[in-house]
């Protein structure tokens, strides 16, 4: 298997730990089927501590040192879930303003399909999932798929149309050699990459599903189908090297 090649798209995913994205949990966007979602506040100082520990948590992985990153994630988690527990209200985690509101209106809309009355959601800030997300890369790190895939899938849970956190999710099957669990991840990754925080993320999220969809392809000896995802991936980033790697090792398997 050739070597995992995933690590530059998680560094521009964690960014937003940076940015306004982070910012969200002071004023957490709430809505009901009545009530359209509140204007996000400043962080308050416990939010931005939580953003803090992330920042270590990202360090600790870039040093090696995943069952740190594991420490400081969950310290993260622990916060958000005493925060947030009525079990009344479901609750979203967001890395943009355009996948805060795709979750508020698909609420609303599965409650009148339904007939549920005034459904209640919060979207709390990135950092909740984004804890799950990086304790779940550690656990890639260490090579434990089961707790990996467990922490993506809370991640998931709270961010549905993540595109880096499915992402993610396909390369523990990817790593375990589950061609069909590793596309079909992929490919949702691949419809997701609308709601990603910025211009860049969406680039690299796309390329890098494209791209895990093509290793496939290319381990499945379908070389035609995969060289043609790999041009839109130069298309997208024209000088990836990854891309330019795995271009040639389709030519030289033919």
């Not at 995992?4 to 966007?29: E, K, W």
């Not at 956190?165 to 523990?172: A, L, P, V």
């Not at 079909?184 to 609308?194: N, P, Q, Y």
């Not at 211009?199 to 093509?214: I, P, S």
């Amino acid at each position: 298997m050739r070597a995992r090649n995933f690590t530059a798209i998680f560094v521009v995913a964690l960014c937003a730990l940076s940015g306004n994205a982070m910012a969200q949990d002071a004023g957490a966007a709430a809505t009901s089927a009545d009530t359209p979602a509140s204007v996000p506040s400043p962080p308050d100082p416990e939010t931005q501590q939580q953003a803090d520990k992330l920042k270590e948590a990202m360090a600790a992985l870039q040093t090696h040192d995943p069952k740190r990153t594991i420490r400081l994630a969950n310290e993260v988690i622990v916060y958000y879930e005493a925060k947030y527990k009525d079990p009344g209200t479901t609750y979203y985690s967001a890395s943009s303003p355009a996948e805060s509101l795709m979750y508020l209106m698909s609420l609303v809309a599965d409650a009148k399909k339904s007939g549920q009355k005034n459904p209640k959601a919060v979207v709390t800030a990135y950092e909740w999932a984004a804890a799950h997300f990086m304790k779940g890369y550690a656990y890639v790190e260490l090579e434990d798929f089961g707790n990996a895939r467990r922490s993506l899938q809370k991640a998931i849970d709270l961010a549905p149309a993540n595109a880096q956190f499915q992402i993610e999710m396909g390369q523990t099957y990817l790593m375990t050699r589950n061609w069909d669990e590793a596309m079909t991840w992929f490919k949702r990754a691949e419809g997701s990459v609308a709601f990603a925080s910025d211009e860049q993320a969406r680039n690299f999220q796309t390329v890098h599903a494209l791209r895990g969809q093509a290793f496939i392809l290319i381990e499945q000896r379908k070389l035609d189908e995969a060289e043609a995802l790999l041009n839109r991936c130069k298309k997208i980033l024209p000088d990836d090297p990854r891309t330019d790697q795995e271009l040639e090792l389709i030519r030289k398997s033919r």
